[in-house]
């Protein structure tokens, strides 16, 4: 059974730090693009970050580049956002999700339609 799980958000102060994790179980991790998303309350989902679980390949959203990384332990089947500088406007949702490697890491960022898994979701607060 495939499974993704967000964790590690939270409530924290403008400027402020949070680490997000997301755990996958029941499926082989590098045939995968893995995906963070998020949704602020009358927003559409937006993409933030995904990598290619293969290779290890990023891409950002505009909005979150330089402020946030993604990165993966492989071996434990982790994915991991770095979120620093945050900023009211991160204040959403965030969800983790897995799609098959079968376009460009650009065409995942902004088609959350192409996943196949998503975890629930975490709330991040930005308090400004």
């Known amino acids: 059974e495939v499974q993704l799980q967000a964790s590690g958000g939270g409530l924290v102060q403008a400027g402020g730090s949070l680490r997000l994790s997301c755990v996958a179980s029941?499926?082989?991790?590098?045939?995968?693009?893995i995906g963070w998303f998020r949704q602020a309350p009358g927003k559409e989902r937006e993409g933030v970050s995904c990598?290619?679980?293969?290779?290890?390949?990023?891409v950002y959203a505009d909005s979150v580049k330089g402020r946030f990384t993604i990165s993966s332990d492989s071996a434990k089947k982790m994915v991991y956002l770095q979120m620093n500088s945050l900023k009211p406007e991160d204040t959403a949702v965030y969800f983790c999700?897995?799609?098959?490697?079968?376009?460009?890491?650009?065409?995942?960022?902004?088609?959350?339609?192409?996943?196949?898994?998503w975890g629930q979701g975490t709330q991040v607060t930005v308090s400004s």
């Open positions: 999700a897995a799609a098959g490697r079968d376009y460009t890491l650009s065409y995942y960022l902004t088609r959350s339609s192409s996943y196949d898994y």
């Open positions: 029941g499926f082989n991790f590098e045939q995968y693009i």
């Open positions: 990598m290619d679980g293969y290779d290890g390949r990023t």
